[in-house]
């Protein structure tokens, strides 16, 4: 060792000499200290003088306790949680431990896990059995076990009689069963006994504040002051008492002296500064101001202090349901009825939620327990009435309308809804009477809207314009009366005047979107595509987090040719700004899908999925990125989630249908397309499909009897014939299906041209097949005649006379179909093939511009590299062949042609590589003899 590393390490050694040496005070005399001062009353002084002795024996288990102990006497609860866990891991005497960790525990409102610890938890010490036992009894009923809170209150008196927290929760109990007379007189005799009993004041206050307010006998008559100087007494007593705190800020919210309560709130948070009820507070004073976005941090917070507590939990909730965060505040509200299912306010709140995000069986479920419980009140019963109508069930809506409206005549909404509920059964002329009699009665604007809404729907555009000015009368700064005057304006074709009106909406709420919408359409149609972007952008000026114009900028952006850079940063900025809205999210999958980004869309809809799990249109577009990539199974669990959350709905059967029918599942996707037509008996389009699959699967008795059906509703005639014809082409019956062909043209179909074009093909193909083809080259030419702009029939007949090897002809056929439709890849594609089988010139261009209409499609890709190896291009027919094989490698024709093409250039090495490749798929590819063939040649 060095001198010099001598000299710096001797003075450390000799400092550390010196501390052993003297020693400081001993542990036993730091723990007596602690005590002495625990005794006192002089809780900090004990937190030093403990903190030092566990610096002496950090495993102490005693110094651990008296320290939870003394952070619970300065109001510290948290940190007196975690010392006394300490104690129990160090294995401290748990008779001691007990009640004062239930203290702690029911200072943090942590009811529930204090139940579980020390629910049957037995002490021999009558004194700790009291306190333990009359914890417990609070926990119980702040739960709403209100026979166990009872049970464990007589346990604590039978303890020690007299205990003053038992006393006090005898008190609350006589509160509780309403007798507030008899409670004050029990808490007047303790507090003639124990004058200094901080607790017993604090309650005096409860019970005069809450007399006078709920106008008891024998307290209405006293003063509000005497409540409030209880209160005050409370807190000289001890500045610490939450409870007085408390009671104090409530009652000047309650009052509506805010300025009132934000002092009080002061004193709160100088007293026990990170005491959750200071949080508590302080969020619920900036919600009581209507000041939501001050209240969320305060809230947050709260959460993390408190995270057991079901108020805390209520508190957070409802911040975040006004903040319109429904993902955060339902997973609060359901923690907090989880934790307390007596709770109302949390199931009320969350029934909104459900209701605002279509998700109505959950708002049905939500709502039931306050339907069964104790006496629903109005707004209850409008709750269910709307969670059932959501749910498809107007006969239960109708009925809690019914309620509500009795309970409350004053409630519009719920008397509009019993009304609109007759609809089916009462003259239109009826339903408007009564909707006016409501609206003449209310001030509100619930029934002129339902008016307006039915004039328009009877196109009586006179009467809807009456009822918008009676409507603006109501609320002549809220901008949706001039909106809808514009809308009706619309439907009288003055588009000028609508436009006027839509400039005055927004005038009066510069962040209507409706308006800036309808605008942007107006100029859009006029072909002024900058002055729609305007509008939006003009509105997100006024409203920077208005999701729905950053979507809608996003679009005219992409139509006005923005690179997909700029329109995505557009989409991802509305996902930011809303992450629990499905729209922007649905957005971004659809944009990735566009661009033809499948890994990205999946990225997104899984995302999105995992921000919101029951959201029905992130599940739809999951399942449909999911069918897209070829993960059918996986594709059934998104449409089987989306039932779940729409019940009463054939969409998610329907597209559960296409799945099973991408797996061949036919079984299931009958199945499922009976569920869809057991919920929509009249859906056709459910219906013809339960045809095609019945057809696919070989089922022709149910396809014709599907048929059949189909036949029977109006609308369906056309379609439910063809589908006959399709049965029957099955069955190899072609005069059968060209008759049923026919007649499905006659009935109808050729009110769709794509639709008749679509029976015109079939037609011609069973005309074809029968003994008589004279007939088919006959139809042909009276269609073509007769449908001179047809080009999917024109397409037809060129794939068919391809398929024959008339490629002559089928080149006329193509080259029709350009002339009618320059753009139409698939006839680009093959006219080009025809061309460069024909030796013609020409045929680079047309595949050309179909690679870049449609691009990274496998068989256009081919087709080009055919092409090129036509022109001598070898190498450039080579990359793309690799390019068309790396989108459909399973498919062992093109991978022979990339062989061949390995061959002709004199890479054997490469060419071998694919022939191998080949031959180890063995019978899946038929060609296995050319193969070995020319593997021999290598």
């Given at each position: 060792?060095?001198?010099?590393l001598?000299?710096?390490?001797?003075?450390v050694v000799?400092?550390?000499?010196?501390?052993?040496?003297?020693?400081g005070?001993g542990?036993?005399?730091l723990?007596?200290?602690?005590?002495t001062?625990?005794?006192?009353?002089?809780?900090?002084?004990?937190?030093i003088?403990?903190?030092?002795?566990?610096?002496?024996?950090?495993?102490s288990?005693?110094?651990?306790?008296?320290l939870g102990?003394?952070?619970?006497?300065?109001?510290?609860?948290?940190?007196?949680?975690v010392?006394?866990?300490?104690?129990?891991?160090?294995?401290?005497?748990?008779?001691?431990?007990?009640?004062?960790?239930a203290?702690a525990?029911?200072?943090?409102?942590a009811?529930?896990p204090m139940?579980?610890?020390y629910?049957?938890?037995?002490?021999?010490?009558?004194?700790?059995?009291?306190?333990?036992?009359?914890?417990?009894?609070t926990?119980?009923?702040?739960?709403?076990?209100?026979?166990?809170?009872?049970a464990?209150?007589?346990?604590a008196?039978?303890?020690?009689?007299?205990?003053?927290?038992a006393?006090?929760?005898?008190?609350?109990?006589?509160?509780?069963?309403g007798?507030?007379?008899a409670?004050?007189?029990?808490?007047?005799?303790?507090?003639?006994?124990?004058p200094a009993?901080a607790?017993?004041?604090?309650l005096?206050?409860?019970?005069?504040?809450?007399?006078?307010?709920s106008?008891?006998?024998?307290?209405k008559?006293?003063?509000?002051?005497?409540g409030?100087?209880?209160?005050?007494?409370?807190?000289v007593?001890?500045?610490?008492d939450?409870?007085a705190?408390?009671?104090?800020?409530?009652?000047?919210?309650?009052?509506?002296?805010?300025?009132?309560a934000?002092?009080?709130?002061?004193?709160?948070?100088?007293?026990?500064?990170?005491d959750?009820?200071?949080?508590y507070?302080?969020?619920?004073?900036?919600y009581?101001?209507k000041?939501y976005?001050?209240g969320?941090g305060?809230?947050?917070e709260?959460v993390k202090?408190?995270?057991?507590?079901?108020?805390?939990?209520?508190?957070a909730?409802?911040?975040?349901?006004?903040?319109?965060?429904?993902g955060p505040?339902?997973?609060m509200?359901?923690?907090?009825?989880?934790?307390?299912p007596?709770?109302?306010?949390?199931?009320?709140m969350?029934?909104?939620?459900?209701l605002?995000?279509?998700?109505?069986?959950?708002a049905v479920?939500?709502?039931?327990?306050?339907?069964?419980?104790?006496?629903?009140?109005?707004?209850?019963?409008?709750?269910a009435?709307?969670?059932?109508?959501?749910?498809?069930?107007?006969?239960?809506?109708?009925t809690?309308?019914?309620?509500?409206a009795?309970?409350?005549?004053?409630?519009?909404?719920?008397?509009?809804?019993?009304?609109?509920?007759?609809?089916a059964?009462?003259?239109?002329?009826?339903i408007?009477a009564?909707?006016?009699?409501?609206?003449?009665?209310?001030p509100?604007?619930?029934?002129?809207?339902?008016?307006?809404?039915?004039?328009?729907?009877?196109?009586d555009?006179d009467?809807?314009?009456?009822?918008?000015?009676?409507?603006?009368?109501?609320?002549p700064?809220?901008p949706?009366?001039?909106?809808?005057r514009?809308?009706?304006?619309?439907?009288r074709?003055?588009v000028?005047?609508a436009r006027?009106n839509?400039?005055?909406?927004l005038?009066?709420d510069?962040?209507?979107?409706?308006?800036?919408?309808?605008?942007?359409?107006?100029?859009?149609?006029d072909?002024?595509?900058?002055?729609?972007?305007?509008?939006?952008?003009?509105?997100?000026?006024?409203?920077?987090?208005n999701?729905?114009?950053?979507l809608a900028?996003?679009?005219l952006?992409?139509i006005?040719?923005?690179s997909?850079?700029?329109?995505?940063?557009?989409?991802e900025?509305a996902v930011?700004?809303?992450?629990?809205?499905?729209?922007?999210?649905?957005?971004l999958?659809?944009?990735?899908?566009?661009n033809r980004?499948?890994?990205?869309?999946q990225?997104?809809?899984?995302?999105?999925?995992?921000?919101?799990p029951?959201?029905?249109?992130?599940l739809?577009?999951?399942?449909?990125?999911r069918m897209?990539?070829?993960?059918y199974?996986?594709?059934?669990?998104?449409?089987n989630?989306?039932?779940?959350?729409?019940?009463?709905s054939?969409?998610p059967?329907?597209?559960?249908?296409?799945a099973?029918?991408?797996?061949?599942n036919?079984?299931?996707?009958?199945?499922?397309?009976?569920?869809?037509?057991d919920?929509?008996?009249?859906?056709?389009?459910?219906?013809?499909?339960?045809?095609?699959?019945?057809?696919a699967?070989a089922?022709y008795?149910?396809?014709l009897?599907?048929?059949?059906?189909?036949?029977?509703?109006?609308a369906?005639?056309?379609?439910?014939?063809?589908?006959?014809?399709?049965?029957?082409a099955?069955?190899?019956?072609?005069?059968?299906?060209?008759?049923?062909y026919?007649?499905?043209l006659?009935?109808?179909?050729?009110?769709n041209?794509?639709?008749?074009?679509?029976?015109?093909?079939?037609?011609?193909?069973?005309?074809v097949?029968?003994p008589?083809?004279?007939?088919a080259?006959?139809?042909?030419a009276?269609?073509?005649?007769?449908?001179?702009?047809?080009?999917?029939f024109?397409?037809?007949?060129g794939?068919?006379?391809?398929?024959?090897?008339?490629?002559?002809?089928?080149?006329?056929?193509?080259?029709?179909?350009?002339k009618?439709?320059p753009?139409?890849?698939?006839?680009?594609?093959?006219m080009?093939?025809?061309?460069?089988?024909?030796?013609?010139?020409?045929?680079l261009?047309?595949?050309e511009?179909?690679?870049q209409?449609?691009?990274?499609?496998?068989?256009?890709?081919?087709?080009?590299?055919?092409?090129?190896?036509?022109?001598?291009?070898?190498?450039?027919?080579?990359e793309?062949?690799?390019?068309?094989?790396?989108?459909?490698?399973?498919?062992?024709e093109?991978?022979?042609r990339?062989?061949?093409?390995y061959?002709a250039?004199?890479?054997?090495?490469?060419?071998?590589?694919?022939?191998?490749?080949?031959?180890?798929?063995?019978?899946?590819?038929?060609?296995?003899?050319e193969?070995?063939?020319?593997?021999?040649?290598?």
């Amino acid at each position: 060792m060095t001198t010099s590393l001598l000299k710096r390490i001797a003075p450390v050694v000799f400092s550390a000499c010196l501390l052993v040496a003297c020693g400081g005070e001993g542990y036993d005399s730091l723990m007596n200290s602690a005590r002495t001062a625990l005794s006192k009353g002089e809780s900090k002084t004990a937190i030093i003088q403990l903190k030092n002795a566990l610096q002496k024996n950090p495993e102490s288990g005693e110094a651990r306790f008296l320290l939870g102990k003394a952070f619970l006497d300065s109001g510290d609860a948290r940190s007196a949680e975690v010392e006394l866990r300490k104690a129990i891991a160090a294995k401290f005497e748990a008779a001691q431990i007990a009640p004062v960790m239930a203290r702690a525990q029911l200072a943090l409102q942590a009811y529930k896990p204090m139940i579980e610890l020390y629910g049957e938890f037995k002490l021999a010490d009558a004194a700790a059995r009291a306190d333990l036992k009359t914890s417990l009894a609070t926990a119980y009923e702040a739960t709403g076990a209100r026979e166990k809170g009872e049970a464990a209150l007589q346990e604590a008196l039978q303890a020690k009689p007299g205990f003053a927290p038992a006393v006090l929760l005898q008190v609350r109990l006589k509160l509780r069963g309403g007798d507030a007379p008899a409670a004050l007189q029990l808490l007047d005799a303790l507090l003639k006994n124990e004058p200094a009993l901080a607790e017993a004041w604090r309650l005096k206050g409860d019970i005069v504040l809450g007399g006078i307010k709920s106008a008891v006998e024998g307290v209405k008559d006293m003063d509000a002051a005497e409540g409030v100087a209880a209160y005050r007494q409370a807190l000289v007593l001890n500045p610490k008492d939450l409870g007085a705190h408390a009671g104090l800020i409530n009652h000047w919210i309650e009052a509506g002296e805010l300025d009132k309560a934000a002092a009080d709130l002061e004193g709160l948070k100088k007293a026990v500064p990170k005491d959750p009820q200071a949080f508590y507070f302080e969020a619920l004073l900036a919600y009581s101001r209507k000041d939501y976005a001050a209240g969320h941090g305060p809230a947050q917070e709260l959460v993390k202090l408190a995270p057991e507590s079901p108020l805390a939990l209520q508190l957070a909730g409802a911040i975040e349901y006004e903040l319109k965060s429904f993902g955060p505040a339902e997973e609060m509200l359901a923690k907090a009825l989880k934790l307390a299912p007596n709770l109302s306010a949390p199931r009320r709140m969350l029934t909104q939620i459900y209701l605002l995000t279509s998700s109505p069986a959950k708002a049905v479920t939500a709502i039931q327990p306050l339907l069964l419980n104790g006496t629903p009140d109005a707004q209850v019963y409008s709750l269910a009435g709307e969670a059932y109508l959501q749910n498809g069930d107007p006969k239960k809506a109708e009925t809690y309308f019914a309620q509500a409206a009795k309970l409350n005549p004053k409630d519009s909404r719920s008397r509009t809804q019993l009304v609109l509920g007759k609809a089916a059964t009462a003259k239109p002329e009826d339903i408007l009477a009564d909707l006016k009699a409501i609206s003449d009665s209310d001030p509100s604007s619930v029934a002129d809207i339902a008016i307006i809404r039915a004039h328009l729907q009877r196109r009586d555009l006179d009467k809807a314009l009456a009822a918008i000015d009676v409507l603006e009368r109501k609320s002549p700064k809220r901008p949706i009366a001039a909106n809808l005057r514009g809308l009706v304006q619309l439907a009288r074709k003055d588009v000028a005047g609508a436009r006027v009106n839509f400039e005055k909406a927004l005038a009066l709420d510069p962040s209507f979107y409706p308006a800036a919408a309808l605008l942007a359409s107006l100029d859009m149609a006029d072909k002024k595509p900058d002055a729609a972007k305007l509008r939006f952008e003009t509105l997100l000026k006024a409203a920077p987090d208005n999701v729905k114009a950053h979507l809608a900028l996003a679009e005219l952006k992409e139509i006005g040719g923005a690179s997909k850079e700029e329109v995505l940063a557009l989409i991802e900025k509305a996902v930011l700004i809303k992450p629990t809205d499905a729209a922007p999210r649905v957005a971004l999958v659809d944009h990735h899908l566009k661009n033809r980004d499948l890994k990205a869309a999946q990225i997104a809809a899984q995302k999105g999925i995992a921000a919101l799990p029951e959201a029905p249109e992130l599940l739809e577009v999951q399942g449909r990125v999911r069918m897209l990539a070829g993960e059918y199974n996986q594709a059934t669990e998104s449409f089987n989630a989306l039932a779940r959350v729409m019940p009463r709905s054939p969409m998610p059967h329907m597209r559960l249908a296409e799945a099973y029918v991408s797996l061949r599942n036919f079984p299931n996707a009958t199945a499922s397309l009976k569920r869809a037509l057991d919920l929509a008996p009249d859906y056709l389009v459910a219906r013809k499909r339960l045809g095609e699959v019945q057809l696919a699967a070989a089922d022709y008795k149910g396809a014709l009897a599907s048929a059949a059906l189909m036949q029977k509703q109006e609308a369906g005639k056309p379609a439910g014939l063809s589908l006959q014809g399709d049965v029957l082409a099955a069955q190899k019956d072609w005069a059968g299906a060209a008759s049923a062909y026919r007649q499905s043209l006659a009935a109808g179909a050729e009110a769709n041209a794509d639709v008749a074009a679509g029976v015109a093909s079939k037609l011609h193909h069973a005309l074809v097949l029968t003994p008589n083809k004279a007939e088919a080259e006959k139809f042909a030419a009276g269609w073509i005649k007769d449908h001179p702009k047809d080009a999917v029939f024109q397409f037809y007949l060129g794939g068919e006379e391809l398929l024959q090897g008339q490629l002559a002809l089928a080149e006329t056929r193509f080259a029709a179909v350009l002339k009618l439709q320059p753009e139409n890849a698939p006839a680009l594609n093959n006219m080009a093939w025809l061309l460069m089988k024909q030796g013609k010139p020409g045929a680079l261009p047309l595949i050309e511009k179909a690679n870049q209409l449609l691009p990274k499609q496998a068989e256009f890709l081919d087709t080009l590299s055919l092409v090129l190896e036509a022109e001598k291009q070898l190498p450039k027919a080579i990359e793309v062949q690799s390019q068309a094989l790396d989108l459909q490698p399973d498919n062992h024709e093109m991978r022979m042609r990339l062989a061949k093409l390995y061959l002709a250039s004199g890479d054997k090495t490469k060419a071998s590589a694919e022939l191998q490749r080949l031959a180890k798929a063995g019978k899946q590819y038929g060609g296995q003899a050319e193969v070995q063939q020319l593997l021999r040649a290598l």
